[in-house]
Structure formats: structure tokens, C-alpha cells
């Protein structure tokens, strides 16, 4: 089985910066993939950024620039560095963990961007 629990989430103002840290736990294996996803209210939960094991990322469109995905493998943590926030950023930011078919959730942060 395998946790995650995240933390960093908060109320910001926009064009504020926040970071998002992800730690997970158990039985974690070498090869798997990391990342962020977000649900506004009323809308489908959406991928963020995503991260490899090797390091390989990937963006959502509205994100790049702004917002950086890394991780640490040795501490089996992914972060989530966020710039020039905007309004529209507002949702809750949910950790995913993805190996050997296997998809684990955290259980989500809020982020609240104000104008």
C-alpha cells in the first residue's frame, strides 16, 4: 500500500507564489510517475504537471511557465513550485502516484488565489 500526504496549500493573493510538497510512503517501487492533479469546484479534476522517476515532465497548457514539477527520489517526494498565480488557479491540488498499474491519491490541498 501506498500514502501520500501532502502539504503547502493556502490562501494567496494573485501573482503570489506557493509551493506544494507530496510525501509518499510504503511500499514505493523504483519506476513510477509522480504528479499533480486539480479540481475547481464544479469541474473534472485535471492534470497539473507530471513527473517521471527518470525525471521526463510534462505540463497542462494554462500551467507552463509559471508552475515547476521536481521531485526528490530519495525522499519519494514530488513538489509543486507555483508562480504568478492567478485566480483561475483556485481549486483543490490532489498528489497521484502511478506504478505497476496502480494509481494511489493523496488526499488533497486547498489553493485559494484571491484578486
Known amino acids: 500500500q501506498v500514502q501520500l500526504v501532502e502539504s503547502g496549500g493556502g490562501l494567496v493573493q494573485a501573482g503570489g507564489s506557493l509551493t506544494l510538497s507530496c510525501a509518499a510512503s510504503?511500499?514505493?517501487?523504483?519506476?513510477?510517475?509522480m504528479g499533480w492533479y486539480r479540481q475547481a469546484t464544479g469541474k473534472q479534476r485535471e492534470l497539473v504537471a507530471a513527473?517521471?522517476?527518470?525525471?521526463?515532465?510534462n505540463y497542462e497548457d494554462s500551467v507552463k511557465g509559471r508552475f515547476t514539477i521536481s521531485r526528490d527520489n530519495a525522499k519519494n517526494t514530488v513538489y509543486l513550485q507555483m508562480n504568478s498565480l492567478k485566480p483561475e488557479d483556485t481549486a483543490v491540488y490532489y498528489c497521484?502516484?502511478?506504478?505497476?498499474?496502480?494509481?494511489?491519491w493523496g488526499q488533497g490541498t486547498q489553493v485559494t488565489v484571491s484578486s
Open positions: 497521484n502516484l502511478a506504478q505497476r498499474g496502480h494509481v494511489y
Open positions: 510504503g511500499n514505493i517501487f523504483s519506476i513510477n510517475v
Open positions: 513527473i517521471s522517476s527518470g525525471g521526463s515532465t
